[in-house]
T-cell receptor, first 113, second 111 residues
Framework: DQQVKQNSPSLSVQEGRISILNCDYTNSMFDYFLWYKKYPAEGPTFLISISSIKDKNEDGRFTVFLNKSAKHLSLHIVPSQPGDSAVYFCAAKSNFGNEKLTFGTGTRLTIIP | NAGVMQNPRHLVRRRGQEARLRCSPMKGHSHVYWYRQLPEEGLKFMVYLQKENIIDESGMPKERFSAEFPKEGPSILRIQQVVRGDSAAYFC?????????FGPGTRLTVL
């Protein structure tokens, strides 16, 4: 049972344009969401997070939006840069999950120069 | 401040052998998590440990897998009698709480 879903396995975006990565979840107990970026042969690197009491969090080129009623979140990267090419994972946790993260299957983002 | 350290980075074992994966958390972090990533999949939680205690092992296979985080030294994930299906990348994360910091992973290949 995949509780966190990233339905787009891959996404290609022109350099300088906006990249939008999507994530859906089914467990209504999730109340904290994170995005990670992963390069091949490296561990995931934390990018940005959002608590369920907010609907938007911004950090530089990265903005995460949360729609609790739709159980949907998205990561916006603008402007996209070649170094953003990586696999992006959405993750979620609940207050009762002792910090255990549930990950999506990832979206491979390719930025086209 | 060094990040989360994992070794070895690559480990090759034959079926039936034992695999030992080590993780040293970031300085000051006393919470360690192990995750496994199978090919073309996301990371799956295995076990959560604090010093000398297993807090949550709900993601660990019931047999052949064990984990420890002793008072001194790194956390160890031990896989006995490895099978081909154990081939995966194993990531350790440490945390004082909140967002987690991941190590570079150990890629286990079982021949």
């Amino acid at each position: 049972d995949q509780q966190v879903k990233q339905n787009s396995p891959s996404l290609s975006v022109q350099e300088g344009r906006i990249s939008i990565l999507n994530c859906d979840y089914t467990n209504s107990m999730f109340d904290y969401f994170l995005w990670y970026k992963k390069y091949p042969a490296e561990g995931p690197t934390f990018l940005i997070s959002i608590s369920s009491i907010k609907d938007k969090n911004e950090d530089g080129r990265f903005t995460v939006f949360l729609n609790k009623s739709a159980k949907h979140l998205s990561l916006h990267i603008v402007p996209s840069q070649p170094g953003d090419s990586a696999v992006y994972f959405c993750a979620a946790k609940s207050n009762f999950g002792n910090e255990k993260l549930t990950f999506g299957t990832g979206t491979r983002l390719t930025i086209i120069p | 401040n060094a990040g989360v350290m994992q070794n070895p980075r690559h480990l090759v074992r034959r079926r039936g052998q034992e695999a030992r994966l080590r993780c040293s958390p970031m300085k000051g972090h006393s919470h360690v998590y192990w995750y496994r990533q199978l090919p073309e999949e996301g990371l799956k939680f295995m076990v959560y440990l604090q010093k000398e205690n297993i807090i949550d092992e709900s993601g660990m296979p019931k047999e052949r897998f064990s984990a420890e985080f002793p008072k001194e030294g790194p956390s160890i994930l031990r896989i006995q009698q490895v099978v081909r299906g154990d081939s995966a990348a194993y990531f350790c994360a440490s945390s004082p709480g909140g967002a987690k910091f991941f190590g570079p992973g150990t890629r286990l290949t079982v021949l």
